[in-house]
């Protein structure tokens, strides 16, 4: 086995016991909470660990993308959520040749998307499961009220080739109560209207652990659990020993007592800190803190002794 | 040839009229202050439009990485600059191999980086130029004062593999005068210590309309001034209209009169603004403003009338 001395960096270094240990917990935080887990695979894009996730008992993945989704049942991933309004001639050609091969469901928040969907996938005898995506407080995608919900899910259970699936929600961070009382409304609202949700999906690392057996909520999409990140742990979930993806650098230059250089920059690192002071830690340097980055390059600066 | 409505979104365009617009803008500059043109290649990592540079009349090319330079030394690009610090067995070797087959140019701002390139080329016949990086303000690599400076150039120009190419520097932003004093008086030490520098490399596209034939910078290494960006615009580089690259998206959900959300990103937009506020322009669209980035989405707010 090569020495870390041999590698070349910038490299990520995934600890595999650390991410199974990750997965094997949040797993038995489902199980104890009556949730079904169906992990998001944008973190780690690796049909390895999405392996790992269904043999450790989550019921399918959740992808971002088409291309994701293709590389995932390629690979032999079997029931494949793809959380996204899928809309254009292109896209949803591709969706319907994934839906032949995978246990395939998306969302819609619109008519436009719905029009899309009811169009391509016509085969009563092989529906496309499709859930409605609720806005409720994140502010970005999502059916505004539980009335409108009830609205897009009756076209879908109306349409020929289209079966209603649920409810689907990215929840606002640390308001999860709040999500749960809207998908409640819902829920209830489409029960009398004789429509069952079969799956009510949310997600979001941090408040998967606060999620309890009151909840609405019938499966959960975690991502970041896998690896966890800086972010992760100034949310209180876990530490960074249970960190499990880190990146190796290099000190190109020392140019200063109290200014080092890396050869890892906004592509290694990613200047998207999600509002956090910095751009990430030194493992093992007390004292030092990346306080820019251009692209190739860290910029690190030493407090005294660091 | 393909209509605008048959691409697959998220897609980057590029006006390859501005583009080559933007080449001879800068070439002329250049041609007229009597700089050398040597654009940095990393904005674009196309062979094809560093073919175009150099026809149009740039003396070579500058890359950051040395992934960045072998593919462009395979595409044909002969004579390459890259202003990093090369350490480490693995990047000395393939260091060495681009050596062999290009016009091949680094820098080094530290003993350490000199004592791995000193112990790669030893071929007197064929030594590698080796320029001096320095600080001249931006405080990330570089000697800090001219006398490093000459320190450094002393050793190069005594290992037999190396030979003293010159200076190097990154300035900070909007302090060209600053760092051209800076290296004005390195030069003069340097000559009187006998070292010519054969080229004073300075980088930066706003800085290079603002450099003058009173400068002692031989060589300029821009590299947005080919698409320009907004942060451009804002410098009082261009217009939009002088930008030739854009990203072609679509909105996904539309689910409030003043919000739309994009299929574009951060990964296809960028979460890096340099300080801008914000995260894109909306062409074509007065008073709509990407608010907003998650990975796959791009969340836009709409005033009235949007």
């Not at 917990?25 to 973190?43: C, S």
């Not at 972010?231 to 880190?246: M, N, R, S």
């Not at 020392?254 to 906004?266: E, K, N, Q």
């Not at 340097?285 to 251009?294: C, D, E, K, N, Y």
Request: charged fraction near 20%.
């Amino acid at each position: 086995m090569p020495s870390i001395d041999d590698l070349d960096t910038p490299a990520i270094l995934i600890d595999a016991a650390r991410a199974e240990a990750n997965i094997k917990k949040a797993q038995a935080h489902a199980d104890a909470h009556g949730l079904k887990l169906r992990p998001h695979i944008k973190t780690h894009k690796l049909p390895y660990w999405a392996k790992k996730q269904v043999a450790a008992g989550a019921v399918g993945i959740t992808c971002q993308k088409i291309g994701e989704a293709e590389v995932m049942a390629d690979a032999g991933l079997e029931d494949i959520f793809l959380p996204y309004n899928i809309l254009g001639r292109a896209k949803l050609e591709r969706l319907k040749a994934l839906h032949g091969r995978v246990t395939l469901s998306v969302t819609a928040d619109s008519h436009e998307t719905l029009e899309g969907l009811a169009a391509t996938f016509t085969d009563a005898g092989h529906p496309l499961s499709v859930l409605v995506e609720c806005d409720t407080g994140m502010g970005r995608c999502g059916v505004q009220s539980p009335a409108e919900a009830i609205t897009l899910a009756k076209v879908i259970d109306q349409a020929k080739g289209l079966s209603f699936g649920g409810l689907m929600t990215y929840p606002a961070a640390g308001r999860a109560a709040e999500a749960d009382a809207w998908l409640k409304t819902a829920r209830d609202a489409l029960a009398a209207a004789g429509l069952e949700c079969k799956r009510i999906s949310s997600g979001g690392t941090p408040d998967m652990w606060r999620s309890g057996k009151d909840s609405v909520v019938t499966e959960y999409r975690p991502g970041t659990y896998i690896y966890l990140d800086r972010y992760q742990v100034a949310k209180g979930v876990g530490t960074l020993d249970d960190c499990a993806l880190t990146v190796l650098a290099t000190v190109v230059s020392h140019p200063t007592a109290s200014r080092a250089i890396l050869d890892s920059g906004s592509k290694a690192l990613s200047s998207d800190t999600l509002g956090l002071p910095e751009f990430g830690e030194l493992l093992g340097v007390p004292g030092a803190r990346v306080t820019g980055l251009s692209e190739e390059h860290g910029t690190v600066t030493l407090s005294d002794g660091a």
